[in-house]
Structures are given as structure tokens and as C-alpha cells.
């Protein structure tokens, strides 16, 4: 089983209080968990901020965009994968992207995973890019991705969507990884369809085993309609982590921070008929010895890799603390 971590990017004001985490923060938390032995650090992906953050705090958040940030890291660090844990595909232009996300895989000798979803939050969306008010997210989502494998494949690279196009566009230097993996983001039919037709990956969020497997039957047959081999498809899962001694703690815990209101801001969408005990049965969230059970029961569903999962905590040092004690407790159970 492979462990990830979600880098404090673009998560102030969401999952944690704002203000939060320095750039030099961010940095911090990436090298210390190749140090402490994690498989991925990812960086989650905002250009605005939404309105449930604005209702809640007085001032903004900083979000730092990911691939620049996980740029710095990898220069930082050797061995670390670097996950955008999600990359919001409506809002980038494929072709500058597919320059940036090549850039970042030759600088980090084929490091990048890329993670990408339609995003959660349509206000951001409309905000950042109103020309594209009416245009479906999942349709930007194909295109997007269908761009940056002909960017990273083809010497002349030409597109031609309902929305996305370019014409005879020669992007090098190529990605170091062949293909570089794209982990499709979400837990909806959508998401599914993608990562059997289009990507390496399939990534949701906050699910438990059940689902898991559910779902993976439904990336194969998607995978197979298409001619591709289900077996090339990894199934990964993107989970708050919340440890404690006690039951007790780490309710508590989890109470106090503000991930509780991250949580409520996805009610009306990926959370929708999710109440805090399901909540906490759907992510690794207990005691030691609760969790290894929880990572033995996602294994047994065929889950692979826990990407990019987000420890809960109020300060840098707390957050740290959780990923400490997940690789003290946790990780040597499933190596």
C-alpha cells in the first residue's frame, strides 16, 4: 500500500483556519514526509476563493498554486512523487498546462502524478473563467485531458473540441514518464468513465471500501468498452486522516478543527446524505489500531495507493504531529 500527503497549498480557510501555513510551511511539510517515508505529496488546486470560505473568515486565505509549489519541492527532495490532489481541469488552458506539467517531470526526474477533477466549487469556477460559464465541467474536463496526451505525444500537436483548440502546437520538451500518469478525480459516474476511457488513474474522495470496489467495477467496464486493459488503471483514494489514543480524542479532535466545515461546504454535492459517524467510517479516522483495520479492509477492496490524504490539525506543528504518528503506527503495518 502506498501513502500520500496533501501539502497545505491551497487548503487554509478549507480544511484548516486561515491564516495557516507560509509558502515556507508548505515546503516544510513536503520534505518531511519524504524523510518520514511517504510515497506522494500532493498540492490541491484554488484560484479564488469559494463563498462558504469568504462567509467564514474575516480574511483570506493564501492559496499557492500547486505546480509552482511542487516545483520548489522538488527541488527540495529525490524520491517523493508529487500529485496535483486535485488540479481543477475547467479552469487551466491544456496548452500551457501540458507545458507546465512536463516542465515539472523533467525538473523532478519523472516525479509528477497528475491528479484532476472537474472541481468541487461551481462559484470559483464561474468567477475565474465566466466566458466558460455554460460550458459543462465534465465536457472541459474530457477535452483538457485529451489535450495534454496529444501535447505530450504528438510533434505537431493539433485539437479541435466543442471548447479547447489549437492548431499545429509543438510542446517540448516531452514528459521524462511515458505516459505520465493522469489520475481522474471524483466519486461520481462521471469521474469513473474518465479514468477507464482517458486516464492511468482513478482518484476519489472520502469513500469508503464498499464504494471502493463498486466503483472499480465500473472503471473496468468502462476501461474494457474502450480497448484499454483494466489492469493499468490504479485505484487510489484521497482520505482525512485523524489519529488519537481514544475514540474520544479524536473526536474531539476533529470537532475543534476546521475540517468540520469543510465537510458541510460539500453537503449539497460530494458528501450529500453524509452524516459526521458515516463521515468517519468513510476516512482514517480512529485510533491506531481502528485505522490499520480501515487500511486492511480498503486493501482488501483493491485499493493501492491512499493519495495525497489530508491530516487534520489547527497549526502546522499539529498537522505534522498526525503525519508522525500515521507513519509511526500505520505505514509499518502495510509495508
Known amino acids: 500500500m502506498k501513502f500520500g500527503v496533501e501539502a497545505p497549498t491551497c487548503t487554509a480557510g478549507m480544511m484548516y483556519p486561515t491564516p495557516f501555513a507560509t509558502a515556507q510551511d508548505v515546503v516544510r511539510v513536503a520534505v518531511e514526509a ?4 511517504y510515497y506522494d505529496v500532493g498540492g490541491n488546486d484554488h484560484l479564488s476563493t469559494m463563498q462558504f470560505i469568504r462567509d467564514a473568515w474575516t480574511e483570506p486565505p493564501d492559496f499557492f498554486e500547486p505546480l509552482v509549489t511542487l516545483s520548489n519541492i522538488a527541488a527540495r527532495t529525490s524520491v517523493i512523487r508529487l500529485t496535483t490532489g486535485i488540479l481543477v481541469l475547467p479552469m487551466r488552458d ?8 512536463a516542465t515539472l517531470d523533467q525538473l523532478s526526474g519523472g516525479r509528477v502524478i497528475l491528479g484532476v477533477a472537474v472541481g468541487g466549487y461551481r462559484d470559483e469556477f464561474e ?24 501535447l505530450w505525444t504528438e510533434r505537431r500537436a ?8 489549437f492548431d499545429s502546437v509543438e510542446s517540448y520538451p516531452k514528459p521524462v514518464q511515458d505516459p505520465l500518469p493522469i489520475y481522474s478525480g471524483g466519486n461520481v459516474e462521471g469521474s469513473l468513465r474518465r479514468a477507464g476511457e482517458l486516464c492511468d488513474g482513478w482518484l476519489p474522495a472520502k469513500v469508503g471500501p464498499d464504494k471502493i470496489r463498486a466503483g472499480r467495477e465500473k472503471v473496468d467496464a468502462y476501461a474494457r468498452a474502450a480497448g484499454r486493459d483494466p ?10 486522516v485523524c489519529l488519537g489514543d481514544t475514540a474520544e480524542q479524536v473526536r474531539e479532535r476533529f470537532e475543534r478543527s ?3 466545515l469543510f465537510r458541510r461546504s460539500l453537503q449539497t454535492t460530494m458528501t450529500k446524505g453524509v ?27 483493491g485499493l493501492e495507493h491512499f493519495c495525497a490524504s489530508l491530516f487534520v490539525g489547527n497549526t502546522v506543528d499539529e498537522m505534522l504531529d498526525q503525519l508522525r504518528m500515521f507513519a509511526k503506527y500505520v505505514m509499518p503495518a502495510f509495508q
Open 158 to 165: 493539433g485539437y479541435a473540441g466543442r471548447y479547447r483548440r
Open 94 to 101: 491544456p496548452v500551457l498546462l501540458a507545458k507546465q506539467v
Open 258 to 260: 476546521a475540517f468540520d
Open 231 to 240: 489492469a493499468a488503471i490504479t485505484t487510489a483514494l484521497q482520505s482525512v
Open 34 to 37: 519524504e524523510q518520514l517515508g
Open 275 to 301: 452524516d459526521l459517524d458515516a463521515y468517519f467510517d468513510a476516512n482514517l479516522i480512529g485510533t491506531p489500531d481502528e485505522v490499520c483495520a480501515k487500511v486492511q479492509a480498503y486493501q482488501e477492496a
Open 127 to 150: 468567477g475565474v473563467v465566466p466566458d466558460l460559464a455554460d460550458a459543462p465541467r465534465a465536457r472541459l474536463a474530457v477535452e483538457g485531458i485529451e489535450s495534454l496526451r496529444a
